[in-house]
């Protein structure tokens, strides 16, 4: 996320003293060690970059930003009406700023603490999560796709691997061929970097055989490779009117746009993840299980991601034995 500008100012302050001939390559690494999601990345840019902006509209340092320089920024949004992970992301994309101009952070005094406590009872915390589907519906759309079309064939590919590997859609842009693994009890796909895995450990995912071949997440993938012709590079790719393939790594934003065409525009490409934890909830699967897939470090993301809105679903009423 660090700019050229902060970059500049991060080696040059006295209290970095980098020698002259090791500049360049603690840029790179300063630069890597502050790289997070690239999502992330670029809203923290975007946020800092409106922050500035509003700073010279009223005549106030951005950097380093005073307090109340914040409090009014910070409470403009509220006012705009603006959801409050959004204002949190602003704060954080501020404080990581300083943090890399190496200069105190106005969001480490109490004011904005209380300021930001207040502001979520204001407008409420509780975000807009992306619904989950049901089992049967999204059979049925899979079902119903055209597979004549290259269109149709990456599209049936990358919803069946997008909820039964329950992936995060940068995940999906980021897969390359060679991150593929076939053999007979299925596909093993590696993951080199996600959301909550920024150094590159290993990180697998399982995906299974389904009987029925036409919601077959694997006899699908396949399908599209072949129709794709190459063993490295993206597998999701963007195509042309005329349904020519591409070179292109298709979009986290066009993966969204896939999943409401055939979905329903209350859903999301986040909907595919959501839906894969809340099936296997109803299914009985326990919380370890779901998270040796979605890559979740604790129960009480499960629980967070579980989309239960029928209160018969997952009760354990049903079980009393009367």
Request: aromatic share 6%; hydrophobic share 40%.
């Amino acid at each position: 996320m660090a700019t050229e500008n902060q970059l500049h100012v991060i080696l040059s302050t006295p209290a970095v003293r980098v020698p002259a001939h090791l500049v360049e390559s603690t840029q790179r690494y300063v630069e890597s060690g502050l790289r997070g999601a690239a999502n992330t990345v670029r809203a923290y840019a975007g946020d800092c970059k409106r922050f500035s902006a509003w700073c010279v509209l009223h005549q106030l340092e951005s950097l380093p930003a005073s307090v109340e320089a914040l409090v009014g920024f910070l409470t403009e949004l509220a006012d705009s009406g603006k959801k409050y992970a959004t204002i949190e992301r602003h704060a954080a994309a501020i404080a990581k700023a300083h943090e890399l101009a190496g200069v105190e952070s106005p969001t480490a005094d109490k004011k904005i603490k209380v300021l930001l406590k207040g502001i979520a009872r204001e407008i409420k915390t509780r975000q807009k999560q992306a619904p989950a589907f049901s089992l049967g519906s999204f059979k049925h759309t899979i079902k119903s796709i055209n597979i004549s079309v290259p269109a149709g064939l990456r599209n049936r590919a990358l919803l069946l691997l997008g909820f039964t590997g329950a992936f995060r859609r940068s995940e999906l842009e980021a897969l390359n061929v060679e991150d593929l693994a076939f053999d007979n009890d299925g596909l093993v796909v590696s993951l080199q970097q996600s959301k909550t895995n920024q150094l590159g450990q290993a990180e697998e995912k399982a995906i299974f055989y389904s009987p029925d071949s036409a919601l077959c997440p694997i006899r699908s993938l396949q399908a599209w490779l072949r129709l794709l012709g190459r063993t490295e590079g993206p597998v999701f790719v963007s195509l042309r009117k005329n349904n020519k393939l591409t070179s292109r790594r298709m979009t986290t934003k066009y993966t969204n746009l896939i999943v409401q065409q055939y979905l329903g525009s209350q859903y999301t490409a986040h909907s595919l993840r959501a839906s894969f934890v809340t099936v296997s909830k109803l299914n009985g699967a326990d919380d370890s299980k779901i998270m040796n897939q979605t890559k979740h470090k604790t129960s009480a993301m499960i629980r967070r991601y579980t989309r239960l809105d029928n209160v018969r679903q997952h009760n354990s009423a049903k079980e009393l034995g009367l």
